[in-house]
Nanobody, 122 residues
């Protein structure tokens, strides 16, 4: 069982930056790949980024590639999402999730956090 708690969301102007954090409970964090997803009002949850268990491999959605960076610190049981050059279309609730393998489909993730709101004003 893994419990995930996101933090770091907020209101930011277009072009600004935010760093999201996701703290995991338990001693098995390093055995899980981690992902970030987001869901805007009226839209389906969509993949943002994923990172392998060791942190050696990452993969991004085309919409955020070059602007967002996913990273993890296994000693701190935490995964991060650094978001730069934010756009109004990045506005959504952002969720972190844990899976055995780094994948891009939400259905493949076993554990989810409660989400943190990110709002980008124009």
């Amino acid at each position: 069982q893994v419990q995930l708690v996101e933090s770091g969301g907020g209101l930011v102007q277009a072009g600004g930056s935010l760093r999201l954090s996701c703290a995991a409970s338990g001693r098995t964090f390093s055995t899980y790949a981690m992902g970030w997803f987001r869901q805007a009002p009226g839209k389906e949850r969509e993949f943002v980024a994923t990172i392998s268990r060791s942190g050696g491999a990452t993969y991004y959605a085309d919409s955020v590639k070059g602007r967002f960076t996913i990273s993890r610190d296994n000693a701190k049981n935490t995964v991060y999402l650094q978001m730069n050059s934010l756009k109004p279309e990045d506005t959504a609730v952002y969720y972190c999730a844990a899976a055995r393998v780094a994948l891009t489909r939400a259905v493949d993730y076993d554990y989810w956090g409660q989400g943190t709101q990110v709002t980008v004003s124009s």
